[in-house]
């Protein structure tokens, strides 16, 4: 048959030579190869001592971001379940009351806001669809459990802790910023 | 009843066995960190610092775990499988001379349990006898990977043992002995046998590693075809006897070797530095367990390094390639005799 | 002491040589002969034969044996497969059994008149004076016989070495 890409390479079985035939320099090129590597650097990093460094850009557990005087940023638009390709995240609005100011930053909030972890592919999609710079995936790995529904995460896991500001700086630098505010781009024109 | 040499001789059977058994336990922590470290790697290095513990961590989970005897199994046979592997396995080091000997009180104590006038039979006969430990097991599990296991031991066991007899004849024809202990006193200093003896040498050292089944020869445990091979329905010690005797059968041959091909306690040019015999014998026996080491090692380097043979190509090796070579190798020892007289 | 070894060895060579007959399992008595053989090359030792009792253990114990025991793993030992023995089967195996027997006590009566063997030298079962005596007095038989075995094994690989076309 004639090969349409021209690479195929017919293949011979050779006779063997006799220094083949014996096998005993291949086996002993072998060992020298094998004991080369005896004393090479080994690639194990020992991993509770030893942590390998994430990628700048690594997508782990989300966060629901507070603004600067701690409210949260989330109005429950819903974009980022709609574009969630895993149909991982549900919510449930709900409108501020008098008072709540300090809490939540805009009138209309998420009640319940929950993302399933089982689900979750971690394609980074709920982040830039979110219009208020809300949610963000960190470099944080989820933990592992026992039980399926542990997975399901609500606010209480997702939503950054008062005293313990989750820096998301590495995921949305100055640069995305500017992407996602410049109205000049079709693509935040909406 | 009760003479010094009675009691010595009982003494030297506990640390010869007691070493024997170290030895064979910290192999199995030498084998994952060797295959480690030639697999870019650490090995394990969790229990204890540099992972030192992990043997014995394994010995607790192999004590621990759940002692499974096959409903359909031939009870007795199925115990008596690991029991047989393990005791074979343990009798040979009684006819290897770990020293030249002591002088304790004038007296002269050999480091050899026994000095029987057929050292070298002694040991075949063990090795021979050794074969039934799998069989016996790999039968009465009545499983057909572990009988297939039990069938592929016993055939590459006995057709291998040909090809290393006919390797030791050469030897013996120019050593002139049966005797182990005289074979490793007529290689002092570097007169090693290897230099005398590189073919049969390299045909005993293949067939070695054919009768520990060690990789490449490991079929009758080949994981890829036969589950566990003829183990497979082992748990427990009794699976742990079978992996014990394996590395008490790899020390044994690394002795063995070490002992008919390169000088035993024999090093050369360690004569010239001490001159107390008793100091002198302990030096070598310290040498006798370094080269002991290599040849561990050296078994595990192979083991990581060469993919396992198919069936028929080992059968072929054997038969076809080593017998033929070993019964040349006779022939050129005896021609070699006859043109330069009697060597050593 | 020994003598007490040499009871308890002949003890152990005639329950397991009666036990191979007696068992129902085929493996069982290869595995009872094979004990018979070990206590039989016990005996050699006794006799400071060491040679022969390593090489007895090596050829009967170490190679004839595991081909016994790798025949008879191959065959299904269950015992709806085992064929049903006839009558006259039985009736043979009794005629046989009985000659056997007979044969026996002829040649045991024989063996009373005979002198008891005294072993004039004690170290003749060592390797040197074994060796001496086949290499001097049995050099022809001992080459010839040797020759064979060289011949049995070349014949071997060479039935081996036969390519199927």
Redesign the interface.
């Known amino acids: 048959m004639q090969s349409l890409s021209n690479r195929s390479k017919v293949v011979t079985k050779k006779e063997m030579s006799f220094m083949e035939r014996i096998y005993l320099p291949a086996i002993f090129g072998g060992m020298a190869i094998t004991i080369k590597h005896f004393f090479k650097k080994k690639a194990t990093i020992n991993y509770p001592e030893v942590k390998r460094d994430f990628s700048e850009v690594y997508r782990g557990k989300h966060v629901l971001k507070r603004d600067e005087n701690g409210a949260e940023r989330c109005t429950a638009c819903g974009l980022c379940a709609v574009s969630c390709p895993a149909e991982a995240i549900t919510m449930v609005a709900g409108e501020r009351k008098a008072g709540e100011e300090k809490l939540y930053r805009e009138e209309k909030y998420a009640v319940t806001y929950e993302i399933n972890m089982l689900r979750c592919i971690f394609c980074g999609l709920c982040e830039e669809a979110c219009p208020k710079e809300a949610i963000f995936l960190t470099d944080e790995l989820v933990p592992t459990d026992f039980k399926r529904g542990e997975f399901i995460y609500g606010k209480n896991k997702l939503v950054e802790p008062l005293d313990n500001r989750v820096d998301i700086s590495k995921r949305q630098t100055q640069a995305v910023l500017d992407f996602k505010k410049n109205k000049l781009l079709t693509h935040n024109r909406l | 009843m009760f003479t010094p040499a009675l009691i010595y001789i009982f003494i030297l059977i506990v640390v010869i066995f007691s070493v024997t058994l170290v030895i064979a336990m910290y192999s199995t922590y030498a084998e994952r960190k ?1 295959a ?7 090995g394990p ?1 969790r229990a204890g610092p540099f992972g030192i513990l992990q043997p014995v961590a394994d010995g607790v989970k192999m004590f621990m775990k759940e002692e499974i005897i096959p409903d359909v199994s ?1 009870k007795w ?1 199925f115990i008596l499988g690991p029991s047989v592997a393990m005791a074979t396995c343990l009798m040979t080091s009684a006819v290897i001379p770990f020293g030249s000997g002591l002088t304790i009180g004038g007296t002269f104590y050999p480091m050899q349990v026994a000095d ?3 050292g070298i ?2 040991v ?2 063990v ?3 050794g ?2 430990g799998i ?2 097991g790999g ?1 009465a599990s009545n499983n057909k990977y572990s ?1 297939l296991g ?2 592929r031991a ?2 590459q ?2 057709s291998y ?2 090809a290393m007899g006919l390797s030791i004849i050469a030897l013996v024809m120019m050593t002139g002995t ?1 005797s182990v202990r005289e074979i490793a006193a007529g290689q002092p200093g570097g007169h090693w046998n290897v230099l005398y003896q590189p073919l049969g040498f390299l045909i005993f050292i293949i067939c070695a590693f054919a009768e520990t089944n060690r990789a490449p020869f490991d079929l009758p445990e080949c994981e890829t075809e036969l589950v566990g091979g003829y183990h497979t329905e082992y748990s427990s010690m009794k699976l742990g006897f079978y992996l014990f005797a394996e590395y008490i059968n790899m020390f044994i041959s690394a002795a063995v070797i070490s002992t008919l091909y390169f000088g035993g306690y024999n090093m050369p040019f360690i004569g010239r530095f001490i001159t107390d015999p008793n100091t002198l014998s302990l030096v070598g026996t310290a040498f006798l367990f370094g080269k002991i080491f290599f040849f561990i090692f050296f078994f595990m ?2 083991r ?3 993919p396992r043979f198919r069936y028929d190509q080992l ?2 090796l054997g ?2 390639g080593l ?2 070579l070993a ?1 040349l190798n006779i022939f050129l020892t005896g021609l070699g005799m006859w043109f330069f007289g009697k060597v050593g | 002491m020994t003598l007490y070894l040499f009871y308890f060895l002949s003890f152990l060579a005639v329950l397991s040589a009666l036990m191979v007959v007696v068992s129902k399992n085929p493996v069982h008595s290869v595995l009872y002969l094979i004990m018979t053989f070990f206590a039989i090359a016990g005996h050699y030792v006794l006799l400071n034969a060491q040679f022969l009792a390593a090489v007895h253990v090596i050829v009967y114990a170490g190679a004839i044996m595991v081909l016994f025991l790798y025949v008879i793993m191959m065959l299904n030992l269950n015992a709806d497969t085992e064929p049903q023995k006839g009558k006259w089967l039985r009736v043979a195996a009794t005629v046989a059994g009985g000659i056997l027997m007979v044969v026996l006590v002829g040649a045991l009566r024989s063996a009373a008149d005979t002198l008891p063997v005294t072993a004039h030298d004690n170290q003749i079962g060592m390797i040197k004076n074994l060796g001496k005596v086949l290499y001097k007095d049995f050099m022809l038989p001992f080459e010839i016989s040797s020759i064979l075995f060289l011949v049995a094994m070349v014949g071997a690989v060479m039935l081996g070495k036969k390519e199927i076309k």
């Open positions: 060797v480690g470290f030639l697999q870019d790697r650490l290095n031939n046979l029987v006038n057929i039979l002694y075949f006969g090795v021979s006898i074969v039934y069989m016996i039968w009988l039990a069938l016993s055939s066991m006995i043992e040909v049966l380097w192979v990581w390094t060469i059968m072929n038969w076809k017998i033929p019964i």
